[in-house]
Structures are given as C-alpha cells and as structure tokens.
C-alpha cells in the first residue's frame, strides 16, 4: 500500500502511543510528528478541527482522527500483514464492546485515581478495582494464557489498548502509591499486561518509566492545586 | 439461518438506533420489551458488565453496545449497506459517530439536572450541535449519508428524536431551529424518512413518562 503516512502525536498520550503500536505491528513506515500541546500546530488544527487533539493519522494527505477510528481504517487499509481485529464479525463485536469498556470506564477510573486524594481517591480505587474485576470476568474465556496477544498471535487493537492504558501500571502504583493489578485478583489480566509490557515492540514505543513517572506527579498536583484552589 | 432477538425499551434512544438499522436492513427479528426497573434474568445473562438494554442476541450470541451491534449487523448482512465502502470515507463517519457518543449524553444531563451543572450540560450540548451544523459530512444532501441513511444519521437520530420532549420537560432549549438550519432540515428528512417515522416513540407518552422521572428525581432527597 503506497502513500505518505504522517502520524501526529505526543509522547504521554496513550492514544496516541496505541496508534503507533498499531502502526509498527503492521510494519507500515510513517513520519512522526510530536505536537507541543500548548502550541499545536497549525496543521493539526485543520486536520481535527472539532477536538483540535492527538493522534491523527494523515494518509496521502487525508486526515482521520480518534485512535480507535485511526486502528480500523489501518486494518482495513493495509491488508498485508497482521490484522489488527479478527474476522469473524461476532470477536469483532467482542473486541469493540472491550476496547469501549477499556477506555470509557478503566482509563477514566485510573485518571480519577490520580486526581484525587483522600477519600475521594479511596472511592476512585474501589472502582478500579470493580473495573479490573468485571474484566477479568469478561476476558478469561478468550485468553488462554499462552500468548500475550489477546486474538490470534500478533497484536491487535485491544492489546494496543490495554498496552496503553495499563502498560506502565508498575509506575502508576509506584507514584500513587496504590495496587491495581494483583496477580491474585486477576490473573488473566494481570498476566496479559505484563506479557504485553515486555514485548520489544511495547518497550522500545511506550515511554521510559522515569518519564511516565515525571508526567504523573505533574498531572496529579496540577489536579490537587486546582481542586484546593 | 439463526434467529435474532432484540432485547429493547421502548423509551431508549439507544433501543430505537438497533431498531432502525434491523428494519432498513430488512433483518426479521423478535422484539422483547424489557422492563427496566425488572430486568429479566436473560438479560443480566447477556449483559452482565452493564446490565443494559439493548441487547442484540444472534443465535445464542449476545452483542452489547448500540453502535457495536450495529457495525456487527453491518458486518453479518450487508444488504442494505450503512456505512461507505471506502476505508477514509469508513473512518469520517465512524469519528461522528464517536463524536456523537461522547458528546450527547451532555442531552440528558440537561434533562435530569439543575443549575451549574444543567448550564454547563446546556453550552455543551449546543456546542455539540454547532459542530455537527459546520462540520458534519454531506452538507446539502438529505442525510450524513448522503443520499440514504447511514450510521451517523442513525446516531444522531437517538439524540435529535429525544431532543424536543427533553427541551419540554426541562423547559430549556438545546436545538434552535434558527441557529440551527443544517439540523433542523435534517431532522425533518429523517423523522419523516419510512422505516424512522414508523419506529418513533409516541411523543406524548414520551414526555409524559420523562416528566414524571425527573420530578421523582428532582424531588428524592438522595438527588445531589
């Protein structure tokens, strides 16, 4: 598949990281652009004018933006090598409801967590913890344990997903001082995100722990600050 | 070929998009009405993570999620297609629809809310609309879809058909036809369009039963 492939993105955006898994998984050569958010480029404002957000993917010089959206129009553009979703229509449904459930009720429980102090930081982990318990649940039927990669034997879109959200979670227990992924609770995702943070490909694309580390503090006393003010 | 059941209530917004896609596709399937403050226990069995309607059930297989099981009628009988062919052309409509999902339940936080927090819900459901009235795709054309109806019409006909008993009930208004144009045409197209006109709710039993939710909700103590 021809064509100029431009990736804007930013380093500490898990969105933006999920894309270029997504991008490497299919071995697909792109330029990279790393957007200063506090001075984004003119060139991502026109290309997402309705969010004015990371990532976008612009190919032959058409933009598409949300890391979900940008996932499936790579699967369905490039059809050579791994695919990215299953086939068959119904583990695809599976795989959209999950990667919904990931993001819309995991992600925002995490980022509650690390907003918050006290008890309402109490209360945020006790959703985690629910969270983690219904997807334990959810996932243990369709992941056998041998292989880190949820559907098939390469990475696809829910690995990129969980990689990015749960990804650096040795970090984010270490910073706030918390426990998400206890082996005992939930073995199966457990053991699935630490086989995905130790592939190659997971630790040469997401960010060093030192960085993730640097860019929690930053978002946690900036949440503190703001709430106390 | 395995039968399909639609898990649904008639109220949802979310019950009538997997209604419409079914009947444009022309997919027979049994309706079952659930009644929400008595789930049935088929339904906690095939949605245990939300518990929600609708549920679609294939067979034995239970998909979950309006838009998922949408893009999984789509996938499963293509006749009567709802989506572009094309793969960037596939990926616009699917940022709207995304777009759609993330922004509308700012609606209903209007309908069940009060003071800053009904403000806040109002400026961004307006902005929601104003970018739907600029940017969304196909202006000039009877639908997003172009010509026919597609899932981004389907999306937002789960907001735009709720909009009007929600703006009587909580006596604000969202959607000025004024400011409006663009939408307030398209709403007209779908509304009357076979199929979405003959699979609305009846709007009088709409807002009646919406009335009567908020004030429970407005006047429980337990209402924040």
């Known amino acids: 598949m021809a064509g100029r492939v431009v990736l804007h993105g930013m380093w500490a955006s898990p969105y933006s990281k999920r894309v270029e898994l997504a991008l490497k998984v299919k071995g697909i050569e792109y330029e990279y652009v790393e957007e200063d958010l506090k001075n984004k480029s003119e060139e991502l404002l026109r290309y997402n004018p309705v969010h004015k957000k990371v990532p976008v993917l612009v190919h032959d010089g058409k933009p598409i933006a949300e890391s979900l959206v940008i996932i499936e129009y790579i699967d369905e553009t490039w059809k050579e090598g791994p695919r990215l979703l299953p086939q068959d229509p119904y583990e695809r449904a599976k795989v959209r409801f999950w990667a919904g459930f990931l993001q819309q009720q995991l992600f925002e429980a995490i980022f509650a967590v690390i907003k918050t102090d006290g008890e309402a930081q109490e209360r945020a982990g006790k959703e985690v913890h629910e969270k983690l318990k219904v997807l334990e649940e959810g996932i243990k039927g369709s992941y056998s344990g041998g292989s880190p990669f949820i559907n098939g034997n390469s990475m696809g879109l829910l690995d990129t997903v969980?990689?990015?959200?749960?990804?650096?979670?040795?970090?984010?227990?270490?910073?706030?001082?918390?426990?998400?992924?206890?082996?005992?609770?939930?073995?199966?995702?457990?053991?699935?995100?630490?086989?995905?943070?130790?592939?190659?490909?997971?630790?040469?694309?997401?960010?060093?722990?030192?960085?993730?580390?640097?860019?929690?503090?930053?978002?946690?006393?900036?949440?503190?600050?703001?709430?106390?003010? | 070929m395995?039968?399909?059941?639609?898990?649904?209530?008639?109220?949802?917004?979310?019950?009538?998009?997997?209604?419409?896609?079914?009947?444009?596709?022309?997919?027979?399937?049994?309706?079952?009405?659930?009644?929400?403050?008595?789930?049935?226990?088929?339904l906690l069995q095939y949605n245990p993570v939300h518990k929600k309607i609708p549920v679609l059930v294939h067979g034995s297989r239970p998909v979950c999620e309006s838009m998922v099981i949408i893009e999984y009628l789509e996938e499963t009988w293509p006749q009567c297609p709802l989506l572009p062919t094309d793969p960037h052309e596939r990926a616009v409509v699917r940022f709207w629809v995304k777009f759609i999902e993330e922004k509308s339940p700012n609606v209903w936080i209007v309908y069940r809310s009060v003071g800053e927090e009904q403000e806040k819900?109002?400026?961004?459901?307006?902005?929601?609309?104003?970018?739907?009235?600029?940017?969304?795709?196909n202006k000039g054309k009877k639908f997003f879809g172009g010509d026919g109806i597609n899932i981004m019409d389907i999306a937002f006909g789960g907001?735009?058909?709720?909009?009007?008993?929600?703006?009587?009930?909580?006596?604000?208004?969202?959607?000025?036809a004024a400011k409006f144009p663009r939408l307030n045409a398209w709403k007209a197209n779908f509304k009357s369009s076979p199929v979405i006109a003959e699979n609305l709710p009846d709007r009088e039993k709409l807002r009646e039963h919406l009335a009567r939710l908020r004030e429970k909700r407005l006047s429980s103590s337990t209402h924040k």
């Open chain 2, 159 to 176: 907001v735009a058909c709720w909009i009007g008993a929600i703006e009587e009930v909580s006596g604000r208004q969202i959607f000025d």
């Open chain 2, 2 to 42: 395995d039968g399909v059941k639609l898990h649904g209530f008639w109220l949802s917004p979310f019950s009538h998009r997997v209604v419409w896609a079914l009947k444009l596709k022309g997919i027979p399937f049994d309706y079952i009405e659930e009644d929400l403050p008595n789930k049935s226990a088929l």
């Open chain 1, 162 to 229: 969980v990689c990015s959200i749960l990804g650096a979670h040795k970090i984010q227990e270490e910073v706030l001082g918390v426990k998400f992924l206890d082996p005992e609770k939930y073995p199966t995702v457990t053991s699935w995100v630490t086989a995905l943070a130790e592939l190659p490909l997971a630790k040469e694309t997401m960010p060093p722990p030192e960085k993730v580390a640097g860019l929690l503090q930053f978002l946690r006393s900036k949440a503190l600050e703001s709430a106390a003010a």
């Open chain 2, 121 to 137: 819900a109002m400026r961004e459901s307006v902005e929601m609309l104003s970018n739907l009235e600029e940017h969304g795709p």
